[in-house]
Structures are given as structure tokens and as C-alpha cells.
């Protein structure tokens, strides 16, 4: 498990794209036949992606998180980002199709993931409590409509783990995929003072690029970020993104709060 550890925003200025991208991208998290997974000191946070390849694939225990068992004290958002495949949580069996979301609370001890195309991205945080998983499909998310199409963020956005939906300790999850001719993954930018959020694209031709935007209103850096790669976005930075081409990108969130309005927009007047 790789750590990255917690930034301030006055390190931004002097840093270099390399430097960027080592601190707040993760280029490769899906690697056939492994599950790979990062802990970032921002609230805690685990995420990564595992792709079984064919062949059932446990979720080990790590000594970065202390656990005899990967949810011994934490909880898992699961997002389906390729081919129907299944997890299967202390004997009971899930099976996700593309986009679908399973919520896995704490306490479960075996988690194992299967399907020859399935590609799993996890998104843990800490948690106090036990609340029951929950496997929600695509069409039963809480579906929202965003933006217009002339100004080029025309998305659909289905909640699933969130404070009127899912329940979960900390998590907030859901997937926003933008409408052919959209670009704009959201506009105005803005920051979540009280949790960190964390990116991953997908559904990005091999082509196509995001240039995500990050950092403070008076000082913004940009990251150019692939198919499948993923961005952490600390409470100080804000995050917004405009790609080449339409994509789909998995939201998640950990922190203070799970309300889902709770954000402080950063126009694009404000921006530098």
C-alpha cells in the first residue's frame, strides 16, 4: 500500500508538475490480476482499484491501517468501472454490473472480488459504527440532471452512498457522467472545506486527456489525467476539469459531514 501524506496550500507555488502529480495523481490503480490501493493522510482516506482477471482476488489485511482485516475499523465504497463481475462479503455474493455501487460497512472479513472484465474501484475511510451493505444498480441511484449544453456540462449524476440514500460513517459516493458535447465536469469550481474529495475518470478514450484544475482560487495549478486515473483533492483545493472528449468520472468523499450541498463555490471570475 503506497502512502501519500497530508499537503498545505502553501506548498502549491513552489512545486513542479512532477511534483504535483507524484503528491495528487494516481496514474496506474488498475493492474490486472492485483488490487492496489493508496492511503493518503487526508482524513484517512484508502483508495484504489482491484482487477481480478479471471480469478477470485481477497482483500488482504494491511499494517499501514493496523487491522487484522481490511474493514476491521473501516468501511468501502465499491464502484464498477468495467465488465459485470462479483464481490463476495463474508459468504454473500454481489454482483455489480458497469457503474453499479456496494457499500460494505464495518466488520465484514472477507471480501473477495471475481469477473474476467470487472474492474473495482474502493474508496475506504474510518469508521465507528456497523451499517448493513447495500448493493444499488445504476437506474435505482438518486439521479440528478446538471448544467445545459451551451455551456458545454450537460451531466447526469446518480447519489449513491449519501445522507439520504446509503448509509455509511463517513462516505459520500456516486458517479457523474457527462452527455456527449459536454466537456465541463463542473462550473463554477469549488473546494469542500470540511472533507477531502477524490476523482477517478473513466470512460476516457485512449486519446483523450482531462485537464483537472486544483489548488486555491488565487493560486491554481492543472494536472492532465488519463483514463482511469485518479486525483486527490484535499479540503483547501478546489477541483473542476474539462476534457477533450465526454467521460465519466466516480466521485467520493470523506470528512467533516455527508451533506452534499456543503461546498463553497470558487467562480471563475475569482480564478488565477
Given at each position: 500500500?503506497?502512502?501519500?501524506y497530508?499537503?498545505?496550500?502553501?506548498?502549491?507555488?513552489?512545486?513542479?508538475?512532477?511534483?504535483?502529480?507524484?503528491?495528487?495523481?494516481?496514474?496506474?490503480?488498475f493492474?490486472?490480476?492485483?488490487?492496489?490501493?493508496?492511503?493518503?493522510?487526508?482524513?484517512?482516506?484508502?483508495?484504489?482499484g482491484?482487477?481480478p482477471?479471471?480469478?477470485?482476488?481477497?482483500?488482504?489485511?494491511?499494517?499501514?491501517?493496523?487491522?487484522?482485516?481490511f474493514l476491521?475499523?473501516?468501511?468501502?465504497?465499491?464502484?464498477?468501472?468495467?465488465?459485470?463481475g462479483?464481490?463476495?462479503?463474508?459468504?454473500?455474493?454481489?454482483?455489480?454490473?458497469?457503474?453499479?455501487?456496494?457499500?460494505?460497512?464495518?466488520?465484514?472479513?472477507?471480501?473477495?472480488?471475481?469477473?474476467?472484465?470487472a474492474?473495482?474501484y474502493?474508496?475506504?475511510?474510518?469508521?465507528?459504527?456497523?451499517?448493513?451493505?447495500?448493493?444499488?444498480?445504476?437506474?435505482?441511484a438518486?439521479?440528478?440532471?446538471?448544467?445545459?449544453q451551451s455551456?458545454s456540462?450537460?451531466?447526469?449524476?446518480?447519489?449513491y452512498?449519501?445522507e439520504?440514500?446509503?448509509?455509511?460513517?463517513?462516505?459520500?459516493?456516486?458517479?457523474?457522467?457527462?452527455?456527449e458535447?459536454?466537456?465541463?465536469?463542473?462550473?463554477?469550481?469549488?473546494?469542500?472545506?470540511?472533507?477531502?474529495?477524490?476523482?477517478?475518470?473513466?470512460?476516457?478514450?485512449?486519446d483523450?486527456?482531462?485537464?483537472?484544475?486544483?489548488?486555491?482560487?488565487?493560486?491554481?495549478?492543472?494536472?492532465?489525467?488519463?483514463?482511469?486515473?485518479?486525483?486527490?483533492?484535499?479540503?483547501?483545493s478546489?477541483?473542476?476539469?474539462?476534457?477533450?472528449?465526454?467521460?465519466?468520472f466516480v466521485?467520493?468523499?470523506?470528512?467533516?459531514?455527508?451533506a452534499?450541498?456543503?461546498m463553497?463555490?470558487?467562480?471563475?471570475?475569482?480564478?488565477?
Open positions: 500500500m503506497e502512502q501519500r497530508a499537503t498545505n496550500p502553501s506548498q502549491i507555488p513552489g512545486m513542479t508538475t512532477e511534483e504535483l502529480r507524484s503528491t495528487f495523481l494516481l496514474p496506474e490503480i493492474v490486472p490480476g492485483e488490487i492496489r490501493l493508496t492511503y493518503t493522510h487526508h482524513d484517512r482516506i484508502v483508495l484504489g482491484a482487477v482477471a479471471g480469478s477470485p482476488l481477497p482483500l488482504p489485511g494491511y499494517a499501514e491501517i493496523r487491522s487484522d482485516y476491521e475499523h473501516r468501511e468501502v465504497g465499491i464502484v464498477n468501472v468495467g465488465g459485470t462479483t464481490v463476495t462479503a463474508d459468504g454473500e455474493v454481489y454482483e455489480l454490473v458497469k457503474g453499479a455501487c456496494l457499500y460494505l460497512g464495518r466488520g465484514i472479513q472477507e471480501v473477495v472480488f471475481d469477473g474476467a472484465d474492474a473495482f474502493l474508496f475506504s475511510a474510518p469508521a465507528h459504527t456497523a451499517y448493513p451493505s447495500v448493493l444499488v444498480a445504476p437506474e435505482d438518486t439521479v440528478r440532471e446538471l448544467g445545459d455551456t456540462n450537460r451531466r447526469t449524476l446518480r447519489q452512498i449519501h439520504n440514500g446509503v448509509k455509511s460513517c463517513q462516505i459520500v459516493m456516486g458517479v457523474t457522467s457527462l452527455h458535447g459536454s466537456m465541463w465536469n463542473t462550473m463554477p469550481a469549488h473546494t469542500h472545506d470540511r472533507r477531502t474529495e477524490c476523482y477517478l475518470y473513466f470512460d476516457l478514450a485512449d483523450a486527456r482531462i485537464v483537472h484544475l486544483m489548488g486555491e482560487r488565487e493560486e491554481t495549478r492543472h494536472l492532465i489525467v488519463a483514463d482511469r486515473q485518479a486525483i486527490i483533492s484535499p479540503s483547501w478546489l477541483h473542476s476539469g474539462v476534457g477533450t472528449a465526454a467521460y465519466s466521485w467520493a468523499m470523506a470528512g467533516e459531514n455527508q452534499f450541498d456543503d463553497d463555490a470558487a467562480p471563475i471570475g475569482e480564478l488565477k
